[in-house]
């Protein structure tokens, strides 16, 4: 492995770093970017690469500067955000459990944040902003209650991931109840959002989500060093002067917010929060949880399964959260055989 140490002239800054994993970081920027531009340029009214690009510089004409500025590339955004906060909180669960399967998909956060929408949707009636708050209140419950469930004088994975399991499989009876609580019109809107979908997404939903990831991605990944230090066991940690409990809360509060903010404004769009992270490190090779390099891995793969989603089908017949689940699922029947053949399970 290739690294390249910076030291300040007078010795106060040392700074250490991963090539390959740089690189692998900047070849996903520029997947993610061209992605995006491409899926703006996506639809009934199709745009070359080139004239979206000039019109993001502000040179397209009037017609191309609604269509980009106002139709499409909000909904880009979200998708862009929406997979990096997954794919970020999906590393640190990981991360945290020490198991290849822990994600907020797995351990139930995302139902969570499902069921407090379907109640504002369900019980409540309520309008689009109530059911984000609900979805952000349902997930950060869920949280809370998974995380103190879990405590035995400290988190250790193997419970955190049990616990999780149980708690998504208790909440998914509350999702299946309150559709069948539902009349036809709610229950269709409640389908839809659980499914995962980025249509109809407007500026509105972009900047609260801007404003999350602005204060949480360096909180998180502010916690990168410990998480690396914590692989190596909780007693390592602390002979190495981490404090192992306090950068836990700290990376779980963090990540269960991504999760809840991300489920607002998308739905539980699913497996990204699973995969990001385990492609990410088998790009980079590298030890840790690859924060960064997994929160470009998200933002890369929802864009692109949301692009796939409207060739195939055309724009916003197929939610991307039906794209993901199937890739996804694929993707774990692949993990297991990768985990039984090397006997881990």
Request: charged residues 15%.
């Amino acid at each position: 492995m290739r690294t390249l140490n910076v030291r300040g002239t007078k010795g106060d800054l040392s700074v250490r770093l991963d090539l390959r994993a740089l690189l692998v970081c900047l070849l996903l920027a520029a997947a993610a970017l061209a992605a995006a531009v491409v899926l703006v340029g996506t639809g009934d009214y199709p745009i070359s690469f080139g004239e979206v690009v000039r019109t993001l510089l502000g040179g397209g004409e009037p017609g191309q500067e609604f269509v980009v500025r106002e139709l499409r590339l909000p909904r880009v955004l979200v998708g862009l955000l929406v997979g990096a906060a997954l794919g970020l909180a999906g590393a640190v669960f990981q991360a945290i459990s020490r198991n290849p399967l822990g994600s907020p998909d797995v351990l139930g956060i995302s139902h969570g944040s499902a069921v407090g929408a379907l109640v504002v949707i369900v019980v409540f009636k309520g309008g689009s902003e109530a059911v984000a708050t609900g979805s952000v209140i349902g997930g950060i419950a869920t949280g809370a209650a998974i995380y103190l469930l879990a405590w035995r004088r400290g988190v250790a994975g193997y419970r955190l991931v049990l616990v999780g399991i149980g708690a998504a499989a208790i909440l998914t009876g509350v999702i299946n109840y309150l559709l069948t609580r539902a009349d036809l019109v709610d229950a269709a809107r409640a389908t839809l959002w659980i499914t995962g979908s980025l249509g109809g997404r407007d500026w509105t939903h972009v900047w609260p989500l801007v404003a999350v990831c602005a204060v949480l991605v360096p909180v998180v990944l502010g916690c990168g060093r410990p998480l690396r230090m914590m692989e190596m066991g909780d007693d390592t940690a602390y002979a190495l002067g981490i404090p192992v409990e306090r950068v836990r809360l700290v990376a779980l509060l963090a990540a269960v917010l991504l999760t809840a903010a991300a489920t607002a404004a998308a739905g539980p769009v699913a497996f990204v929060a699973l995969t990001a992270p385990q492609l990410a490190r088998r790009l980079t090779r590298a030890p840790g949880p690859n924060l960064a390099p997994a929160a470009l891995m998200g933002a890369t793969l929802l864009i692109v399964a949301d692009w796939g989603a409207q060739r195939a089908f055309g724009a916003d017949q197929v939610p991307v959260g039906v794209v993901t689940g199937v890739l996804g699922g694929v993707y774990l029947l692949w993990l297991l055989a990768v985990e039984r053949r090397a006997g881990r399970i």
